[in-house]
């Protein structure tokens, strides 16, 4: 779409427009929203790019399971830590330049890991990436809030879930195919050099508000205009009982979804079903594809039949009795464990309501620091349990070694992923606690 010169002079307007003037349409709209999320995309593939390259990693820089988790999550690290800083970032300065210095140091991050000649610089690099892209996803969030109906920010949350797929499909079996051929460090360095193409881009197209544009935008004037501390921020976000659980649920939905096809599935499914190498990244991409189709199916029902505890509490049940058949049961048919995988995949995209019901939950002036503290939920599931589950495999690993890689056996494995399950059954009793809430109510305690 073509963006009138005379808009783009006007990006410093911050009024929400009269009642005569229309809202944006919903194809610039979306343009605006889909560079936030081209952000999103780089970020969920450097997430999971590690768990197609092990042998290549645990190689090249000498290190076991212990150091390759930590290595992955060094990411995780930093975004977790940036998440709360992002949220008020962006309730203050807005999303474009937040945007627009995420997708540049997400550049320089990703040349410092692809040149990495130690441990060190290469777990530097990760850190880079992960505070970097930390922003896309509260910034998607704060710009569907301006140019997107209320109606259909649930929907919204779970097309950038199904986005950020789009990333970690590629970095699966694509990824894989690409190594083969060019070898890791060639790959990661065109993919550094794409996302400061994002950043010109949004730096040429996005603006917070329509207002910048000519159009009225969609967001309701601010409860409480007065600016509050970080720390008073937090405060009261937390002080709502769905504040803090909403905090603490998604991450045993998702540590477990990025720990397995992030990390250690790809050596789980080569040791003990075997696979080669692609085929296992290939099962990996079927189980993330599955995560990204129901993201935006949840969210648009959730907002058709007006509930969201109940998808959220039932999609995570399955989840669980999905990844402990997966465990406990150990080698299986390849249709059978395909099967599995997606029906995980499906079961998990309730996580995604998450955000909805923060955003019913707090006061509009609250919305991206609500975001930012759940998003830091999100990522502390494998932040945690990415490097946990390498510590476990490195207490029971037998010696067993090949081509100059760890080899664990299935009962490491299924003793190690056992993490994985209590972080799981722990976030279903917190869903149980936690309180329902509506598309369109107001704040609640």
Known sequence: ?????????TAGRAELGGVDTPFPPLRLAWLIWGLAAA?????????????????ELMRDFGIGATALGNLSAFYFYTYVAMQVPTGILADRLGARPLLLWGAVFASLGGLLFAFAPSFMVAAAGRALIGASVAVAFICMLKLATYWLDARHFAMASGLALCVGMVGAIAAGAPLRLAVDAFGW????????????????????????????YGYRSHARPPSRPKRESVFSSIRRVLSYRNGWTLVLIPGGVVGPLIT????????????????????????????????????????AMSDRIMQRKSLYLGGTIIALLGWAVLIVVGPMPKGILLLLLVVIGLASGGMILSFAMG???VPTHLAATNAGLINMGVMSGPMLLQPAVGW??????????????????????QLAFGAMLVWTIVSIGLLLITRETQPEGSARA
């Open 260 to 299: 397995f096809a992030g990390l250690w599935g790809v050596p789980f499914l080569t040791t003990h079903h075997g696979m080669s190498t692609h085929e296992a990244a290939t099962y990996m991409s079927a189980l993330l594809l599955s995560w990204a189709i129901s993201g935006p199916l949840v969210g």
């Open 39 to 55: 952000l999103y995309l780089a970020g969920f593939f450097h997430r999971v790019a590690p768990g197609v390259i092990t042998s």
């Open 1 to 9: 779409m073509s963006i009138p010169e005379s808009s783009r002079r």
């Open 392 to 413: 476990l495999l490195d207490r029971l690993w037998d010696g067993t070694s090949q081509d100059g890689s760890p080899l664990y056996s299935l009962q490491a494995f």
């Open 359 to 361: 955003k019913e939950t």
């Open 185 to 212: 460090q060639p790959v990661m360095t065109v993919i550094a050099l794409s996302t400061l193409v994002l950043a010109v881009a949004v730096a040429w197209a996005v603006y917070d508000n329509p207002a910048a």
